[in-house]
């Protein structure tokens, strides 16, 4: 299978190796030292286990034409730097060729093939002007949830923290031969690859933590655990969570577990800080949209009140905003 990897950062160096060390032909789109390192070395990975593995067959290309048309093309970018592949990203797609949403927060696919009211309607906070859905075909995409947290460590090494499932699924929840055919392939790679029926049931339960631990950790500088240990905090997490329950329910959304539960899952995760703290503190764009943002615009398609998300998306947009304004970024440090 033809594989192309959008994005070899953490999770793309994770998935990419894997599934080139298990026979698949993959090749990395890539940029600067993270290009020059995987064409001299590969691709590294640090395991939880303390082991070290080498992909040695993968290549790497900085121009999306020079890889071609691929089988799959796995975007694993964040949501707001999608629209910047676009011009280039049609050149890797042939006929058949799927493209994996490995992204955190809400898709700019959301509403396609989900039967119901809503069915075909365009999310601006994810994608103004409609512009990722003319560029990419909705019928190429397949959905996914990504579960793994890792690291890049340096150009062309990636240290595996923990976790190995990446969740995937059609949109009309159809168990097709393409989407039973990526599984068996990760699979191969030694990742645990379920296909769900409900592809979106399964992003609403990652998305429940991340659009409110992410921005009040950026706010706060805390880890996972402290938010959780501190009352306070921890009633904000759960009125952002029960408000966006409530959205998720009116887009006929079942949660299969409580909100108590989704908090202490959080928690035991310990002193993590989160992808949207480490932007704040390495001075990057902050993720904000498609995990606060998009949850707004829902709530106002179904007509449900998100006062308290609402609150803390103009606090982290604004903080975003400074940053950005002043190229600068915001780290604690021990006095």
């Given at each position: 299978m033809r594989i192309a990897v959008v994005g070899a950062g953490a999770i793309g160096g994770?998935?990419?190796?894997?599934?080139?060390?298990?026979?698949?032909?993959?090749?990395?789109?890539a940029r600067n030292r993270n290009l020059e390192a995987i064409n001299a070395r590969g691709f590294r990975l640090l395991l939880e286990d303390g082991s070290q593995v080498h992909a040695d067959t993968v290549r790497a290309v900085q121009q999306m034409a020079d890889a071609g048309p691929q089988d799959v093309v796995l975007l694993t970018v964040k949501a707001h730097q999608v629209v910047d592949l676009l011009p280039d990203l049609?050149?890797?797609?042939?006929?058949?060729?799927?493209?994996?949403?490995?992204?955190?927060?809400?898709?700019?696919?959301?509403?396609?093939?989900?039967?119901?009211?809503?069915e075909g309607r365009q999310l601006e906070s994810v994608d103004p002007g409609g512009r990722i859905a003319a560029a990419i075909e909705p019928e190429r995409v397949i959905g996914s949830v990504v579960y793994p947290a890792a690291e890049l460590v340096e150009p062309g090494v990636v240290r595996v923290?923990?976790?190995n499932r990446f969740t995937i699924g059609e949109p009309d929840g159809s168990r097709s031969e393409r989407v039973e055919a990526l599984s068996q392939a990760l699979m191969k790679a030694g990742f645990k690859a379920p296909v769900s029926k409900d592809i979106r049931g399964e992003i609403w339960v990652k998305l429940w933590g991340n659009l409110s631990f992410n921005p009040i950790s950026a706010l706060t500088h805390a880890t996972l655990q402290d938010i959780c240990r501190f009352p306070p905090t921890r009633a904000l997490a759960a009125a952002m969570m029960a408000e966006a329950q409530r959205?998720?329910?009116?887009?006929?959304?079942?949660?299969?577990?409580?909100?108590?539960?989704?908090i202490a899952g959080a928690e035991a995760v310990g002193a993590h800080k989160t992808s949207m703290l480490q932007d704040v503190e390495n001075g990057r764009a902050l993720e904000l949209e498609a995990l606060v943002g998009a949850v707004i615009e829902l709530g106002?398609?179904?007509?449900?009140?998100?006062?308290?998300?609402?609150?803390?998306?103009?606090?982290?947009?604004?903080?975003?905003?400074?940053?950005?304004?002043?190229?600068a970024r915001l780290r604690m440090q021990a006095g």
């Open positions: 994770y998935l990419g190796a894997q599934l080139a060390r298990a026979g698949e032909d993959v090749t990395f789109i049609c050149r890797l797609f042939g006929p058949q060729t799927a493209v994996v949403t490995m992204i955190n927060g809400v898709p700019w696919w959301y509403f396609h093939r989900l039967a119901g009211p809503y923290i923990e976790g959205v998720g329910e009116a887009l006929g959304v079942q949660f299969k577990i409580g909100l108590d539960k989704r106002r398609i179904t007509g449900v009140a998100t006062p308290t998300i609402e609150a803390i998306h103009a606090a982290t947009a604004l903080l975003g905003r400074t940053l950005a304004a002043q190229g």
